[in-house]
């Protein structure tokens, strides 16, 4: 039987452990077009919330009583269609489930990079480090000494964001939660300065730890961190607005102070990215980030998971912040 | 005597005629290098606001007791500056009152369009059309058949936008304020519809007048009419942040809906325009707009008030939305 994890009822909020369950289903048959694939890692992502949510979003929202959606990595076990052979590494849209059968389509890419850990191909080498690497540099623009400060810096995508900036030449501050995740920013993802945000007064710590501005804000997280840092954008500063993971729900709309002064004074620039818009440069991104892993200039961090039954918690605890670094189940 | 309006107080909130004074002053003598300058009109500006506000803002603020800080056009009648001849059309800082004595450098430029009326050079020719024609063209990027949205639509800077998003090709929807701003919005500026903020439901309305969403919004006001236009942005939308004149005060800091979740969903983009940034690029621009109005493609509206002794209310009337079109000061 294949064990899959299905969304049962929609969410008020952040998902909860209620809005899953666990179920065993037959096997499949293979259609004519179709592979299948034994997943070895099942993606955690705080985009999730987004999927599950019955609100516009940027993706069809899951249907409730079907496979939770996820990417994941694993191997073709069996194959009906040419492109692919059994004991391709593939990553793709393969869902909360120990085995899928699914077209070519749901195949995000094979994975080449079969000298480095398949599951960083959910990670570092899947959406959160081209997300990393596409947003900074597409949005961010970052330039040598310039300040580039970042929201859960110690995150999946933060984590890769700071590293990727200081390699392009700029100063970099994370903001993460708790004195755990500043030492992990500082001693791992090699941050110039770091901030614990709930140790007090992030303003001061923002004119202290960046005296000369923000000149790149990589916004993770929107919400009152937000609020403090666009306080102190330098003139021309780039904001990228990449989630939201600070707030709860967004219904009813939450208010905050208003940003058109602080974009108009500044000559500042808001901008949101999602990753599914620039699928045409997902590979050669994919190669640079190996290629930073191998040579020992990109580091990461996996907080990993162990079996299907560790899915409908695991977005929950995402968002309580108890991973460090990239959330994978291993199956 | 040469008669000057001070600014003698600052104000709290939008300025009043209480915060300025008429006074006289002997004429000053011309030092070396510098021009006499006859002011023929006075420009008043939204953005004054900002130059007279004791917080940070992108200009120096005006000094107490000092001849208010404006754009004029008028005529050197007087030089000790070899780049200028009597009889030559200037515009440039000089101030609320008869006569300056400046040096070059408050000129902003000659006013070569000598055929056309010297008062547009504190409009369509000067920084408010330029700075339409930047501001759209640069962050609002404007594309055939996109819908091109904007407040004060009837205004100094938005009747410029309109008119050259509709010549490069956008369908072009105004908000105004009332019956009369919104009549000539359809028939004086060519906008495809107009909407009246004051009538009822705005999001109502934009939704029947903007049923394909918002491609680039032109926000001259930010508040409200923002809010709801924000909630109907099209994908890869861009916010031209040029103005928050809906705004009364900064200080308390006034809240809002918040804007990450659509810039996110959206992947839209906000950015702020000062047009001080762009002067490198201001002789182009006012020779494009001086062609488009003489060619019949380009109309204005002057709000023409009469005397020095119109200074001290002209800004706070500005902002009670008295004027039609750009308003200027005769002298």
Redesign the interface.
């Known amino acids: 039987m294949n064990r899959q994890c299905l969304l049962v009822c929609r969410p008020e909020g952040i998902a909860q452990a209620k809005n899953f369950e666990i179920v065993e289903a037959p096997h499949q048959k293979l259609g004519e077009g179709e592979i299948r694939v034994r997943n070895h890692f099942l993606s955690v992502e705080p985009a999730m919330r987004g999927w599950i949510a019955d609100k516009?979003?940027?993706a069809e929202p899951v249907a409730i009583g079907s496979v939770m959606r996820a990417l994941t990595a694993g191997m073709v076990t069996e194959t009906r269609h040419p492109g692919y052979a059994v004991g391709d590494a593939v990553t793709g849209w393969f869902g909360w489930q120990e085995e899928a059968v699914a077209p070519a389509s749901a195949v995000v890419r094979k994975i080449a990079e079969t000298d480095l850990p398949l599951s960083l191909s959910l990670g570092l080498l899947g959406i959160n480090g081209v997300t990393a690497h596409l947003a900074l540099t597409g949005i961010g623009n970052p330039q040598p000494d310039e300040t580039l400060l970042v929201s859960t810096a110690a995150g999946a995508v933060g984590s890769a964001v700071g590293q990727i900036g200081k390699l392009l030449g700029c100063r970099t501050v994370g903001i993460a939660g708790g004195p755990d995740k500043v030492k992990l920013c500082l001693e791992r993802f090699g941050y110039d300065a770091a901030i614990d945000y709930k140790a007090g007064d992030l303003r001061a710590a923002l004119a202290r730890t960046c005296p000369e501005d923000i000149d790149i804000y990589f916004?993770n997280t929107?919400g009152a961190i937000?609020d403090a840092v666009l306080a102190h954008l330098a003139l021309r500063a780039r904001v990228v607005?990449?989630?939201?993971a600070a707030?709860d729900r967004?219904d009813p709309?939450?208010?905050?102070?208003?940003?058109?002064?602080?974009?108009?004074?500044?000559?500042?620039?808001?901008?949101?990215?999602?990753i599914f818009?620039h699928m045409d440069r997902y590979e050669a991104s994919v190669a640079q980030l190996a290629e930073w892993v191998r040579t020992g200039q990109l580091a990461y961090e996996e907080d990993i998971l162990s079996g299907i039954e560790a899915c409908p918690d695991a977005l929950a605890g995402l968002y309580r912040g108890e991973n460090k670094g990239k959330r994978i189940i291993r199956l």
């Open positions: 516009g979003n940027y916004d929107a937000s607005v990449c989630g939201t707030i967004w709309w939450p208010e905050g102070p208003r940003v058109e002064r602080h974009l108009l004074v500044k000559r500042a620039r808001m901008e949101g990215f999602v818009d």
